[in-house]
Structures are given as C-alpha cells and as structure tokens.
C-alpha cells in the first residue's frame, strides 16, 4: 500500500510539475500570446495565479488584442 501511495504521489507531483513549466513558459514568452495550451492553461488557474500571468503577459504584450483568459467583459481590452 505504501508503495502505491509513492507512486501515485509521485504521478501528482510530476504532473504539477510539468504543466506548471508549461504555463510559466507561456507567461513568459515573448513570441506569441496566443498559443492555444498556453491560454487553456492559464484561464484554468486559480484567479490570483491567472492574474498574475495576465498580467506578465500584458507587460510582454501590450498593444495587442488580449488573449483568452485575459480579457475585460469586451474582450478588446486586458483586464
């Protein structure tokens, strides 16, 4: 039982890890604010964490429409 347990915590952990290496890399890229699993990612995340990539991605990506996620009520403007 023990044995299982480790395993499917690390299962968890790894999965936590992978997808939070994934969003951060698209809060942080300086290419595109449209990337599909990027966008998912972070309209998933719990309000302070979406915020905070909404905003590093406003600092990036200012003068473009903003994406999924992002967006005021309009969608033309970043919250």
Known sequence: MKKL???LL????A???V???RWYRYVSN???PYDEVGMTLNSAMPSPINAWG???LKETFS???PPYGCGAD???QWK
């Open 54 to 56: 909404c905003a590093k």
């Open 5 to 7: 347990a480790r395993l």
């Open 19 to 21: 997808i939070g290496f």
């Open 30 to 32: 300086t290419e595109s």
């Open 10 to 13: 690390t299962v968890a952990l």
């Open 74 to 76: 309009n969608g033309t």
């Open 63 to 65: 003068g473009v429409l």
């Open 15 to 17: 999965f936590v890890v």
